[in-house]
């Protein structure tokens, strides 16, 4: 079958072939990235399909904010490559390598494609462009060749119009940012947006500032200009039926978790090498402390240690860079002192998992001090500009809980629409990065429902799940919910593999560690690592765990089971960053699938736009944080009509019209209803959120390119002759057009 939009240029990073375990040590890259990332930083400069150079420069950015005409690059190893036809990576297609041996094996293949890719290589090899003479005129230059020898195979409509935009095609000339182009890894993601976005730079010089404060200048210097980028182009209709992808994304790279314990001197290859390592390991900001030079220097073992970490820095931001270019959003490196929180955060998850009365009380204090380091670590300036100038959705790449950042008064997952990609380890963070294009499904497709319970027979949790479905049956009648019981890892694979609906729900057990560094689901009494099951099982795009620390917040490795599932394949994963309440639990699954009941239709047509999965989730957090407070402070729920049920009908549809002070007017009614001033009952709300499920709850992934639409959307937007084949700014046979009817409300 041919993709679905021909026109677009499918790019291919080709790794060699190497052991599984070749991989980096601090934060598990393949051996083969080394070479490839200068291909990547480069990617930000070429064309995503054949009509982008005739598109105004607007309207394209603005195509590209809700997620229309994003990159297409794929990372894939030689020997899977081998056995892939061309034609199933695209019609035009590109194909980058970065050793011999490997670019012999692609011109190997190339020799029997039909339609064949160019090779772009930084190795000499027969057949393949070299590295420093591809550009993107010489890009253009093989889509022509292409669809002259091969124009036969487009539709007649593409064909034209293919021709007519290589023909005449003319490199865009950038306009000046205004900036330099200074040499600093944490500015690297902000540039390369913005060069995406047709901005030059002046020429700079490496960054070294004197001062932290120096460093918070420069990157918000940047980040304010793809803000600026984005202001200028605007939403429009379109964005009925494309969301706004996240405008900032919150990054740090890690180190695995076990390199940040003890050095053990009489391992190491010699005493400068264990020094470089303790440097890494206590970093905290962008000045670092140097070694001894003179002992460094001495030693070569030392200075490989550093030249790899490196290595990892530089392709942690070129491929976060890559990926957060696609939408022209910012990108704010965050410090290495949030890596440090992990006592922190292993003394309050003790404190939450502890059923004594005093380690309740510590909760609130505990958490607070979570909130203070990670706000610490940031930094004020920093902080201030997430608290003024940032009102949209927010993308994760980082290990330690940044959705637990204040954000005025609230933890930043409540605040704003958050979603998450895990730094470590990092072939798992690259491929969800290239994973980044969206979908739009249709609401009975997301309404389709298999939950699997997992507790043996005499478990006091076994049929909590069911009662709470149960009681809730009247309210879930438009699902297809299949519910069952199993005992076996037999009989969990077998489910999931049989399994065609979207959304699974797994209901039982999970252990942080099983004392291997490893996170498990209890199938019955067996412990399951879930990543042995890569390649058996063919897991949902959607996964709900309603299960404890499968996300564990202070879980010995990377090694999760949310990691495990988008390790499989899930596009999107609930995970739990802590322990929750078997009762609690159960109920927030009911509530959520009643909110898929009944939430997605009534929105889909009040609000005039699609919905993505990352609001649902994110609106459903806020409504149990906010029962959890009205429980708290106002009284048990008694019933709609009482003061109680008016503040939570109140507050839930403040929710869930996107009204970004939802939390403030929350706080405002309770106030009155108590005769307290606001702030007192501010500082008793911080005490029930400090302990709330909804915190324990974050989304893996990439929730936001999960798009639902009834069709209606769809049919508004859509020219009726355009609608058998694609939307204007989502198929770029049609070129950027701004419309003029104004643009959608998203909430944050």
Same mark, same amino acid.
């Given at each position: 079958?041919?993709?679905?939009?021909?026109?677009?240029?499918?790019?291919?990073?080709?790794?060699?072939?190497?052991?599984?375990?070749?991989?980096?040590?601090?934060?598990?890259?393949?051996?083969?990235?080394?070479?490839?990332?200068?291909?990547?930083?480069?990617?930000?400069?070429?064309?995503?399909?054949?009509?982008?150079?005739?598109?105004?420069?607007?309207?394209?950015?603005?195509?590209?904010?809700?997620?229309?005409?994003?990159?297409?690059?794929?990372?894939?190893?030689?020997?899977?490559?081998?056995?892939?036809?061309?034609?199933?990576?695209?019609?035009?297609?590109?194909?980058?390598?970065?050793?011999?041996?490997?670019?012999?094996?692609?011109?190997?293949?190339?020799?029997?494609?039909?339609?064949?890719?160019?090779?772009?290589?930084?190795?000499?090899?027969?057949?393949?462009?070299?590295?420093?003479?591809?550009?993107?005129?010489?890009?253009?230059?093989?889509?022509?060749?292409?669809?002259?020898?091969?124009?036969?195979?487009?539709?007649?409509?593409?064909?034209?119009?293919?021709?007519?935009?290589?023909?005449?095609?003319?490199?865009?000339?950038?306009?000046?940012?205004?900036?330099?182009?200074?040499?600093?890894?944490?500015?690297?993601?902000?540039?390369?947006?913005?060069?995406?976005?047709?901005?030059?730079?002046?020429?700079?010089?490496?960054?070294?500032?004197?001062?932290?404060?120096?460093?918070?200048?420069?990157?918000?210097?940047?980040?304010?200009?793809?803000?600026?980028?984005?202001?200028?182009?605007?939403?429009?209709?379109?964005?009925?039926?494309?969301?706004?992808?996240?405008?900032?994304?919150?990054?740090?790279?890690?180190?695995?978790?076990?390199?940040?314990?003890?050095?053990?001197?009489?391992?190491?290859?010699?005493?400068?090498?264990?020094?470089?390592?303790?440097?890494?390991?206590?970093?905290?900001?962008?000045?670092?402390?140097?070694?001894?030079?003179?002992?460094?220097?001495?030693?070569?073992?030392?200075?490989?240690?550093?030249?790899?970490?490196?290595?990892?820095?530089?392709?942690?931001?070129?491929?976060?860079?890559?990926?957060?270019?696609?939408?022209?959003?910012?990108?704010?490196?965050?410090?290495?002192?949030?890596?440090?929180?992990?006592?922190?955060?292993?003394?309050?998850?003790?404190?939450?998992?502890?059923?004594?009365?005093?380690?309740?009380?510590?909760?609130?204090?505990?958490?607070?001090?979570?909130?203070?380091?990670?706000?610490?670590?940031?930094?004020?300036?920093?902080?201030?500009?997430?608290?003024?100038? %940032?009102?949209?959705?927010?993308?994760? &790449?980082?290990? #330690? *809980? =940044?959705?637990? +950042?204040?954000?005025?008064?609230?933890?930043?997952?409540?605040?704003?629409?958050?979603?998450?990609?895990?730094?470590?380890?990092?072939?798992?963070?690259?491929?969800?990065?290239?994973?980044?294009?969206?979908?739009?499904?249709?609401?009975?497709?997301?309404?389709?429902?298999?939950?699997?319970?997992?507790?043996?027979?005499?478990?006091?949790?076994?049929?909590?799940?069911?009662?709470?479905?149960?009681?809730?049956?009247?309210?879930?009648?438009?699902?297809?919910?299949?519910?069952?019981?199993?005992?076996?890892?037999?009989?969990?694979?077998?489910?999931?593999?049989?399994?065609?609906?979207?959304?699974?729900?797994?209901?039982?057990?999970?252990?942080?560690?099983?004392?291997?560094?490893?996170?498990?689901?209890?199938?019955?009494?067996?412990?399951?690592? %879930?990543?042995?099951?890569?390649?058996? &099982?063919?897991? #949902? *795009? =959607?996964?709900? +765990?309603?299960?404890?620390?499968?996300?564990?917040?202070?879980?010995?490795?990377?090694?999760?089971?949310?990691?495990?599932?988008?390790?499989?394949?899930?596009?999107?994963?609930?995970?739990?960053?802590?322990?929750?309440?078997?009762?609690?639990?159960?109920?927030?699954?009911?509530?959520?699938?009643?909110?898929?009941?009944?939430?997605?239709?009534?929105?889909?047509?009040?609000?005039?736009?699609?919905?993505?999965?990352?609001?649902?989730?994110?609106?459903?957090?806020?409504?149990?944080?906010?029962?959890?407070?009205?429980?708290?402070?106002?009284?048990?729920?008694?019933?709609?009509?009482?003061?109680?049920?008016?503040?939570?009908?109140?507050?839930?549809?403040?929710?869930?019209?996107?009204?970004?002070?939802?939390?403030?007017?929350?706080?405002?009614?309770?106030?009155?209803?108590?005769?307290?001033?606001?702030?007192?009952?501010?500082?008793?709300?911080?005490?029930?959120?400090?302990?709330?499920?909804?915190?324990?709850?974050?989304?893996?992934?990439?929730?936001?390119?999960?798009?639902?639409?009834?069709?209606?959307?769809?049919?508004?937007?859509?020219?009726?002759?355009?609608?058998?084949?694609?939307?204007?700014?989502?198929?770029?046979?049609?070129?950027?057009?701004?419309?003029?009817?104004?643009?959608?409300?998203?909430?944050?």
């Amino acid at each position: 079958m041919p993709p679905r939009d021909p026109l677009k240029i499918s790019y291919v990073l080709v790794l060699p072939e190497t052991d599984g375990d070749d991989t980096s040590p601090f934060q598990g890259f393949s051996a083969g990235w080394t070479g490839l990332i200068g291909f990547v930083e480069q990617l930000a400069t070429l064309p995503a399909d054949i009509a982008e150079n005739k598109a105004p420069i607007d309207g394209l950015i603005s195509q590209r904010m809700g997620g229309a005409r994003m990159l297409s690059w794929t990372p894939v190893n030689i020997d899977a490559l081998e056995q892939i036809p061309a034609r199933l990576l695209g019609y035009f297609v590109v194909a980058f390598t970065a050793d011999p041996a490997t670019a012999a094996r692609v011109e190997a293949w190339r020799a029997h494609q039909t339609i064949k890719p160019l090779h772009v290589s930084s190795t000499k090899v027969e057949g393949a462009v070299a590295a420093d003479e591809f550009d993107e005129e010489r890009l253009v230059a093989h889509l022509r060749q292409v669809l002259q020898t091969h124009g036969d195979q487009l539709d007649e409509r593409r064909r034209i119009f293919a021709a007519a935009m290589l023909d005449d095609y003319v490199m865009r000339a950038p306009e000046p940012s205004g900036l330099k182009m200074d040499g600093h890894n944490m500015l690297l993601g902000d540039q390369m947006s913005l060069t995406r976005a047709g901005r030059s730079f002046e020429e700079g010089e490496p960054f070294q500032g004197r001062a932290e404060t120096d460093y918070d200048t420069k990157t918000l210097e940047t980040l304010r200009a793809v803000f600026a980028a984005r202001d200028r182009a605007g939403l429009d209709n379109m964005h009925r039926l494309i969301l706004v992808h996240p405008e900032l994304w919150l990054v740090e790279p890690a180190l695995f978790r076990w390199a940040y314990q003890r050095i053990d001197w009489r391992k190491a290859p010699d005493r400068a090498s264990a020094e470089v390592v303790k440097m890494l390991q206590q970093q905290s900001g962008f000045l670092m402390t140097s070694p001894d030079l003179e002992q460094f220097f001495a030693s070569a073992a030392a200075q490989e240690t550093l030249r790899v970490r490196q290595g990892e820095l530089h392709l942690f931001m070129a491929t976060v860079g890559l990926a957060a270019a696609s939408t022209t959003s910012a990108v704010m490196r965050l410090r290495p002192a949030v890596n440090r929180v992990y006592p922190l955060l292993s003394a309050y998850a003790r404190s939450v998992r502890s059923n004594k009365a005093e380690s309740k009380h510590k909760a609130r204090r505990l958490f607070g001090e979570i909130q203070e380091a990670l706000s610490q670590a940031v930094g004020p300036e920093r902080m201030a500009f997430l608290d003024n100038e %940032v009102t949209g959705p927010v993308k994760i &790449v980082a290990d #330690p *809980p =940044i959705e637990w +950042l204040p954000i005025r008064g609230l933890p930043l997952m409540l605040r704003h629409q958050c979603s998450r990609i895990n730094a470590t380890p990092g072939n798992l963070m690259i491929g969800e990065l290239a994973t980044n294009q969206p979908t739009t499904v249709a609401p009975q497709t997301v309404q389709d429902i298999l939950v699997v319970s997992s507790f043996l027979p005499h478990d006091p949790l076994r049929n909590v799940m069911a009662k709470a479905l149960e009681a809730m049956a009247p309210q879930l009648d438009r699902l297809k919910i299949k519910h069952v019981h199993i005992s076996t890892v037999e009989a969990f694979e077998a489910e999931l593999n049989a399994f065609t609906g979207a959304v699974m729900v797994f209901d039982g057990h999970g252990w942080l560690d099983d004392g291997h560094g490893v996170s498990t689901l209890m199938i019955g009494d067996t412990p399951l690592d %879930v990543w042995s099951l890569r390649g058996r &099982v063919r897991p #949902p *795009p =959607i996964v709900l +765990l309603s299960a404890c620390d499968t996300h564990g917040a202070d879980a010995a490795s990377h090694a999760t089971v949310g990691n495990g599932f988008l390790a499989m394949g899930s596009l999107t994963v609930m995970a739990t960053l802590l322990p929750v309440g078997g009762q609690e639990a159960a109920q927030f699954i009911a509530r959520f699938l009643y909110r898929l009941a009944a939430f997605i239709p009534d929105a889909l047509a009040a609000r005039h736009r699609v919905l993505n999965w990352t609001e649902i989730v994110t609106g459903m957090q806020r409504m149990i944080v906010t029962s959890e407070i009205l429980d708290g402070l106002v009284n048990k729920a008694d019933g709609p009509f009482t003061a109680r049920g008016r503040i939570q009908s109140a507050a839930n549809l403040n929710i869930n019209t996107g009204k970004p002070d939802w939390y403030e007017r929350l706080l405002a009614d309770i106030a009155r209803h108590r005769g307290e001033t606001v702030e007192a009952v501010t500082t008793l709300a911080e005490r029930v959120v400090a302990r709330s499920e909804a915190i324990r709850y974050i989304q893996l992934g990439h929730p936001e390119n999960i798009l639902i639409d009834d069709g209606g959307i769809h049919a508004a937007v859509v020219p009726e002759p355009l609608r058998d084949i694609g939307a204007i700014g989502v198929d770029p046979a049609y070129p950027a057009r701004r419309e003029e009817d104004g643009a959608p409300a998203q909430d944050a």
